[in-house]
């Protein structure tokens, strides 16, 4: 794609201004079962999204058809828009902006496919070694993802982030007595020579083991601690609350309340898309604006809404460098990207110590269904163990824990030290919460 011929002709046949975004994803995959290749798949896919103002209105198209061939025919079609629309989608294409990229401190190195297997069969034989209960090893993989997005338009900007990541992951079953019960882990790896196969079987199995013969425990309300994954899949699944999307439209309970406190003074969250613990780096939003680090929440007071152009004109005032696709054909929306608590000086053993008696909740389901983004308000299936006199007890499983995450979020005890990035925009620590309602028996 000559990308320069595009933005030229689009110019000489009416268009104001001219954007070609492009996203190129490449994966592999392997897959290993029952000690041996299952399945492996590379791909490389690029889509590209085009925007244009033309006649006051502003007009958007994805396509995979980039071939120059195929330019007067997609430039027409987005100029016959014009005449068909009603009103125009909202955005601006952007002048360039200084800033000092960064880069990634992460360096990955591919494993070779003798590697692959060399890493994937130790884990199984790992998995099944590690005690009798454990039948089965399932869903082992290795994955290589790299992403780069880059954004061309006619008023001089051209950038281009891109980033890589690969990830080990498995899962064991454990049967005992007519129990059965299953678990999957997955973890980032630099190297073959990194990865100890051993270790993570030991974290997989022991947990999938301690789950046997677990059961609910009666209803109650008791000081719980959200164990450091179970709290980033509930931190990342209210993040939208901080939109200026939704605040800016009144559907989020921030809404007027910024500048005020609104969570325990324990609680720090900063959202910096160049944050180099994180898996990917952005050094520029899908908008092209150039990102920074930025407080939302200081010491439990609500301090930056995180912006798109379009939300942030709403609400008179400029982007954060928060403008991101879901997809490269998806619109633009105003969302965190590397959003994290910052984490406290106590290990997981401290909260236990912490609370005395309770619960530590590891895992979650229905993240979906049983969240309401307007209230905050929350209802959900999860898992984990017992607390008693601050030590481990057994595990409990078939209960729900319920409540509202800006009073859940105002009532913390104590922020553990355990943040780990793994695969996702979002990290926390282990948090201890003060009470929370348990639905059991």
Not at 82 to 95: D, F, K, P, R, V
Not at 113 to 129: C, G, P, V, Y
Request: hydrophobic letters at 35%; proline letters at 3%; glycine letters at 10%.
């Amino acid at each position: 794609m000559n990308k320069k011929k595009w933005i030229e002709y689009a110019l000489a046949n009416g268009f104001d201004s001219f954007e070609i975004y492009q996203e190129t994803g490449k994966t592999k995959t392997v897959n290993w079962y029952q000690g041996t290749t299952d399945s492996a798949v590379t791909s490389r896919v690029t889509g590209t999204a085009l925007r244009g103002r033309i006649s006051g209105k502003m007009l958007s198209y994805a396509t995979e058809e980039t071939g120059d061939e195929h330019m007067e025919q997609i430039i027409n079609e987005m100029k016959e828009q014009a005449g068909i629309i009603g009103s125009s989608e909202s955005g601006t294409i952007l002048s360039p902006e200084k800033t000092d990229e960064c880069t990634s401190s992460r360096t990955y190195t591919p494993f070779t496919n003798e590697e692959i297997r060399a890493a994937l069969s130790d884990l199984e034989k790992s998995i099944l070694a590690y005690d009798p209960c454990i039948v089965q090893a399932v869903h082992l993989v290795y994955e290589e993802e790299s992403v780069e997005r880059t954004i061309f338009n006619s008023k001089g900007l051209d950038i281009k982030d891109k980033g890589s990541v690969q990830v080990i992951g498995g899962g064991a079953v454990a049967s005992r007595d007519g129990d059965i019960r299953n678990d999957f882990r997955h973890e980032t790896v630099s190297s073959f020579d990194s990865f100890n196969a051993a270790a993570f079987a030991d974290k997989l199995c022991g947990e999938v083991v301690r789950q046997l013969g677990a059961g609910p425990v009666k209803s109650t309300s008791c000081p719980v601690i959200f164990e450091k994954e179970a709290m980033t899949s509930l931190f990342a699944a209210f993040s939208d609350i901080f939109s200026g999307d939704r605040i800016s439209r009144g559907i989020s309970p921030l809404s007027g309340k910024e500048g005020r406190r609104i969570f325990s003074g324990l609680i720090t969250m900063i959202d910096d898309p160049r944050e180099d613990a994180a898996p990917f780096i952005y050094n520029y939003d899908d908008e092209g604006h150039p990102t920074c680090r930025k407080y939302v929440v200081r010491e439990g007071v609500f301090e930056t809404v995180l912006h798109s152009t379009e939300s942030a004109a709403r609400m008179n005032t400029v982007s954060s460098g928060n403008g991101f696709k879901g997809g490269c054909s998806a619109p633009v929306r105003a969302v965190p990207k590397n959003f994290f608590i910052v984490p406290g000086d106590m290990p997981l053993s401290g909260l236990m110590e912490c609370i005395g008696n309770g619960l530590v909740i590891t895992d979650l389901a229905g993240l979906h269904a049983g969240l309401d983004h307007v209230t905050g308000d929350f209802s959900l299936q999860c898992s984990g163990y017992k607390v008693t006199d601050g030590e481990r007890a057994e595990n409990v499983t078939l209960i729900t824990v319920a409540g509202n995450y800006l009073e859940m979020m105002d009532r913390v005890l104590a922020v553990g030290n355990d943040i780990e990035w793994k695969t996702s925009p979002a990290a926390c620590p282990s948090i201890a919460f003060k009470e929370l309602s348990i639905g059991g028996l």
